[in-house]
């Protein structure tokens, strides 16, 4: 669910980057950005982050009661950055911001999902044209793989007790869309 989440506010981002401008009403006749705000309401629901779209952008909800397991962070740190972990953590200090830690990672995602894109405007190349294309399509290859490890501290921070629906149920009891983005990205273009 948290990487669901992620995604689709990562997706929607790179569509509308203005998150106090992100409403049903202002959607409405945009299915592909309005559909992915309701995966958003939906699985914030279903995960217990309560606020407005900027207060989840700036990692607000991470100061609500229950947010916040040092010991867990700390694995997930490690679990990614083993090389790191022993500098961060020297003399097993406690003063996690997770917020911080939220807002910064988050910040950085923003920035690369938004560079990982720039080749999605791009329909068809052929020959020399390619070039900036292929070359672009290998820093993204290399990219991916410290990406899933900042994503990884994401869900965590997302979802740092592990709530868990069935899509079935995300549907009944959040109003989770049931739709086929694919097709409807498709559709709209």
Excluded: H
């Excluded at 606020?51 to 916040?68: D, I, K, N, P, V």
């Excluded at 490890?149 to 009891?173: R, S, V």
């Amino acid at each position: 669910m948290e990487k669901i989440l992620l995604t689709s506010f990562l997706d929607l981002y790179t569509l509308s980057n203005d998150t106090t401008k992100w409403s049903v009403a202002n959607f409405a006749k945009n299915p592909p950005r309005l559909y992915r705000l309701q995966k958003i309401d939906s699985l914030m629901a279903a995960l217990k982050i309560e606020g407005s779209y900027q207060e989840f952008e700036y990692g607000e909800f991470l100061f609500e009661e229950g947010r916040q397991d040092l010991a867990g962070f700390k694995n997930r740190i490690e679990e990614n950055y083993p090389s790191i972990f022993e500098t961060i953590f020297l003399n097993n200090r406690e003063d996690s911001d997770f917020q911080f830690v939220f807002e910064v990672l988050l910040r950085y995602r923003i920035k690369v999902q938004q560079l990982i894109n720039v080749k999605t405007c791009v329909l068809e190349v052929s020959g020399i044209n390619s070039i900036p294309l292929t070359i672009i399509s290998d820093i993204d290859k290399k990219l991916l793989k410290d990406i899933a490890a900042i994503d990884n501290i994401l869900y965590y921070l997302l979802n740092p007790i592990g709530i868990n629906y069935t899509k079935e149920d995300l549907i009944t009891k959040f109003n989770y869309p049931d739709v086929d983005l694919a097709q409807i990205d498709k559709d709209w273009i």
